[in-house]
Structure formats: C-alpha cells, structure tokens
Antibody, heavy 120, light 110 residues
Framework: QVQLQESGPGLVKPSETLSLTCTVSGGSISIYYWNWIRQPPGKGLEWIGYIYNSGSTDYNPSLKSRVTISLDTSKNQFSLKLTSVTAADTAIYYC??????????????WGKGTTVTVSS | QSALTQPASVSGSPGQSITISCTGTSSDVGSYNFVSWYQQHPGKAPKLMIYEGSKRPSGVSNRFSGSKSGNTASLTISGLQAEDEADFYCCSYAGISGIVFGTGTKVTVL
C-alpha cells in the first residue's frame, strides 16, 4: 500500500522560503504525477503544482513565480519550495499522487498533511 | 484561475438523496471530462470519491455518483448515511491553468 508523508519546518518567517519534502513508501515514484495542495485554516483546497517522473512540471499560475517542485527518484521523494512567504501562505500542505490512468485532477493517494505557519 | 463554484452547504435526512453542484466555465469543467470529487472529514486528508466525472475508484460506495452537463458537474449521494457528513470538493483540469478546486460544500445529515 503506497503511503505519502510530508515533512519540513512547521514555522517559517515572513519573506523566507518554505521547504517541504514528501516521501513515497510502498511503491515506485515512477509513472505518476506528484502534487502539492494546500488548505488555509478553515478554507478550501488550492492546487499548488505537480511534477511528472520525467521531471516536467506545471504550477498554479497564481503561485508560479514563487514555486519550485523537484523530484529525487533515488530517495523516492519530491519537494516543494515556496519563496517570499507571507501570512497568506499559512496552511496545511498536502502531497498527493495522481495516476495518469485516472485523468488529470484525480489524486488517489494523499499524505496526512503538515501544518506550516508563517510568522515572525 | 478562479475556484469552481459550489453551494456552501447541503443537508438531508438519513436515507434521502442529495446533489451537490459544481459550476465552472468553458475553460475547465465545460472543456474536459476530468472532473473529480473529494470527501474530507474534519482533520483528515481528502479522499477521492469520483474521477473522470462519473467513475468510482475501487472501494468507494456505489451510493456516490457523478455527472456533468455543460459547465456544471454534480455529485449525488443516495441513501444518505451519518458517515457521509463531511466537506466535499469538486476538482477539474483547466488546461493551461492546471488544476482547479471548487469552493467546497459542507454536507450535513439531519
């Protein structure tokens, strides 16, 4: 059974860079699209972006200038970097798997999420 | 990239059927057969319930069904049960804009 686990600092200072890693266990990181999604406290879901196993990426246009998603197949991990953070970036951050066979947007396995607070 | 529009809340009694709408545009819901639906219980990660508009992943009850007409997708829950009380989000592929989620609907079982 594939499992995803997010990890990274729970507190980031304004203007700094948020860095998170998602570790994939119980399965291969190949073939799939690997996503980051976030959810501000009490609000809805927002797609941040994804990376395919080829290394190609796609990002939410509203975040594109600040986001980088990368893949480390040797460690079965993928990562998120979000620069110049503000309080508006405070959220639960989820990583999720998207199988091409399910069509774009259908994420079938999710991590439990990690809370990131932006505050000085 | 604007969020898809969902009603803030929908409620029903046990055993009843309810339908949640998800309205997008011709750039997302209306152009692609890639609408998915997620159920999220408080404090938990979302769970995929429907993909490609009407398909159910293995293990999801057949009480959940999806459809689409034009720029609007719908999720119907039949035989409503107490365990169905949760937040539901639609999601659509949006071409060059990537992936967009709906605003979310709180389902209450009366």
């Amino acid at each position: 059974q594939v499992q995803l686990q997010e990890s990274g600092p729970g507190l980031v200072k304004p203007s700094e860079t948020l860095s998170l890693t998602c570790t994939v266990s119980g399965g291969s990181i190949s073939i799939y699209y690997w996503n980051w999604i976030r959810q501000p406290p009490g609000k809805g879901l927002e797609w941040i972006g994804y990376i395919y196993n080829s290394g190609s990426t796609d990002y939410n246009p509203s975040l594109k200038s600040r986001v980088t998603i990368s893949l480390d197949t040797s460690k079965n991990q993928f990562s998120l970097k979000l620069t110049s953070v503000t309080a508006a970036d405070t959220a639960i951050y989820y990583c999720a798997r998207l199988p091409p066979a399910y069509g774009y947007g259908a994420m079938d396995v999710w991590g439990k999420g990690t809370t990131v607070t932006v505050s000085s | 990239q604007s969020a898809l529009t969902q009603p803030a809340s929908v409620s029903g009694s046990p055993g009843q059927s309810i339908t949640i709408s998800c309205t997008g545009t011709s750039s997302d819901v209306g152009s692609y057969n890639f609408v998915s639906w997620y159920q999220q219980h408080p404090g938990k990660a979302p769970k995929l319930m429907i993909y490609e508009g009407s398909k159910r992943p293995s293990g999801v009850s057949n009480r959940f069904s999806g459809s689409k007409s034009g720029n609007t997708a719908s999720l119907t829950i039949s035989g409503l049960q107490a365990e169905d009380e949760a937040d539901f989000y639609c999601c659509s592929y949006a071409g060059i804009s990537g992936i967009v989620f709906g605003t979310g609907t709180k389902v209450t079982v009366l």
